[in-house]
């Protein structure tokens, strides 16, 4: 004799939140001279490419749109990496 399972009854899944609206990332460059955004990396030893990135919100290419124009006013230094990689550091 082979035992036969009775079929379970099926629930409608309820949601519980509204659908999260997905996060868009920043497609302008951030402003050089706003003191949060400055503020935001003081903390940091070192500066890449992918953590301005996910610090501030932004592309990747703006990242380093942005790490190239504090370079140019001086307000970082580069200090190595290769081809794909450019490590700064944030001076004064």
Do not use: C
Not at 31 to 52: A, Q, R, W
């Amino acid at each position: 004799m082979t035992k036969t399972k009775a079929p379970k009854e099926q629930k409608p899944k309820e949601k519980t939140d509204a659908p999260q609206a997905k996060k868009s990332l920043g497609l302008t460059m951030p402003d050089i001279n706003n003191k949060k955004v400055m503020g935001e990396l003081k903390g940091l030893k070192v500066l890449t490419p992918s953590v301005v990135a996910s610090r501030l919100n932004v592309r990747l290419s703006l990242a380093k749109d942005f790490l190239n124009e504090l370079e140019k006013r001086k307000m970082v230094e580069y200090v190595s990496g290769g081809k794909n990689l450019k490590i700064y550091k944030l001076l004064g």
